[in-house]
């Protein structure tokens, strides 16, 4: 298959989930249908696509969580609109209203079942582009399990003074970013 080809069913397929006209379910087992994994491999250099596939595909997976946000960050830079990155996907969807996870912190915390740990927490450790567990917003979403899971009074209490003292010392407006 051709990369505009590939790129044209993407685009088609996160339009219509967008739009409501099918569902997250359908679109993965269409996406599996229409675009053979062995093109998406050969597109080691087309990050957009090759996200844009991995996203569409794991969109019938049980734990998954891919919000409306990174839905719509793909749809615009398919339809050239933004420039694909990382970085910028990760900024655009956690600026966003949208909450990138269900889970609400309360101040004491609370009792996790299996399937919310597995829904928000990552498969594996590993540390990709900089970031534990392979980017931003899936570091956030483990953040919000584990304030969800010990508590914002335990994490206030964890950044104590001397962290927060530390940090600004240490910060030379990077993470303003």
């Not at 996160?14 to 087992?29: G, Y």
């Not at 740990?117 to 570091?139: H, L």
Request: net charge negative; with cysteine.
């Amino acid at each position: 298959m051709l990369d505009l080809d590939i790129k044209e069913t993407l685009k088609e397929l996160v339009n219509n989930i967008l739009e409501n006209k099918i569902s997250r379910k359908i679109a993965a087992k269409l996406v599996r249908e229409r675009i053979d994994e062995s093109d998406i491999f050969r597109l080691q250099n087309e990050d957009l696509l090759v996200n844009a596939y991995w996203t569409i595909n794991g969109l019938d997976y049980k734990y998954g969580n891919t919000t409306n946000s990174e839905l719509t960050y793909l749809k615009l830079c398919l339809d050239g609109e933004r420039e694909y990155s990382r970085e910028d996907k990760a900024e655009f969807v956690l600026n966003n209203e949208e909450p990138i996870c269900r889970l609400i912190p309360s101040l004491k915390g609370q009792e996790l079942d299996v399937e919310e740990f597995d829904k928000y927490s990552p498969e594996k450790m590993e540390c990709f582009n900089g970031y534990a567990f392979g980017d931003k917003i899936t570091c956030c979403k483990l953040l919000a399990l584990l304030m969800a899971n010990v508590g914002i009074e335990t994490v206030v209490k964890f950044a104590s003074k001397g962290i927060w003292a530390k940090a600004l010392e240490l910060d030379d407006g990077k993470s303003e970013k």
